[in-house]
């Protein structure tokens, strides 16, 4: 098993640029997250899914978008870059109460 | 919205000393969780309490969740270099959302 996957590892935007932030998982869990975690802070939620077709926001959604088409796959979209949206993205898929996190996307906009 | 607070924010300590973290919310939690993180990871599950009073042990370290389920600690005896790090806690609701706190950021001098 993989686990979690994020791509990209580094990416670095242009204002107004668009993205999307890919995140797999091999697990067949039907939770998943998406959380930013900006430099000596906690994770704020900004999307979250119960499964496939399902998607809720969190905490923090403005400037944000999501799908979950398959039970595996949960990308996480960019609109309009913002320098305020420089941060790491983490994902994370659900087991009972473990959640497993992917390694991160470190975004700057600049 | 459910908030945790974390204390202390930072945490400084000589190796084989001992120390407690704390974690604190005016909400209830179906669950709770400790994690750790290591620069340029994502977070590792430690430790998940669901039930108020329950005390659990892993090694060198004990949690402890409150009689309420509002808050938690984690106490560790004989600190090492190896347990610095940023630990995490999330408490969880029955729809799936964890909300974090923002951390004990944690040094361990030889």
């Known amino acids: 098993n993989a686990g979690v996957t994020q791509t990209p590892k580094f990416r670095i935007l242009k204002i107004g640029q668009s993205m999307t932030l890919q995140c797999a998982q091999d697990?067949?869990?039907?939770?998943m997250y998406w959380y930013r975690q900006d430099p000596g802070m906690g994770l704020k939620l900004i999307y979250y899914?119960?499964?496939?077709?399902?998607?809720d926001k969190g905490e923090v959604p403005n400037g944000y978008n999501v799908s979950r088409s398959t039970t595996e796959d949960f990308p996480l979209r960019l609109e309009l870059a913002a320098p305020s949206q420089t941060s790491v993205y983490f994902c994370?898929?659900?087991?009972?109460?473990?959640?497993?996190f992917g390694p991160g996307t470190r975004l700057t906009v600049l | 919205t459910q908030l945790l607070e974390q204390s202390p924010q930072f945490l400084s300590i000589q190796e084989g000393e001992n120390l407690t973290v704390y974690c604190n919310s005016s909400s209830v939690f179906s669950s709770l969780q400790w994690y750790r993180q290591e620069p340029g990871e994502g977070p590792v599950l430690l430790v998940t309490v669901v039930t108020g009073g329950e005390v659990k042990k892993l090694k060198r370290l004990t949690f402890q969740f409150g009689d309420a389920r509002k808050d938690s600690s984690l106490h560790i005896t004989a600190a090492q270099p190896g347990d610095t790090g940023l630990y995490l806690c999330a408490g969880g609701n029955n729809a799936g959302k964890s909300t974090f706190g923002d951390g004990t950021t944690l040094t361990v001098k030889p």
């Open positions: 697990m067949n869990h039907n939770y």
């Open positions: 899914s119960v499964g496939a077709g399902i998607t």
């Open positions: 994370a898929s659900k087991r009972s109460s473990e959640q497993f």
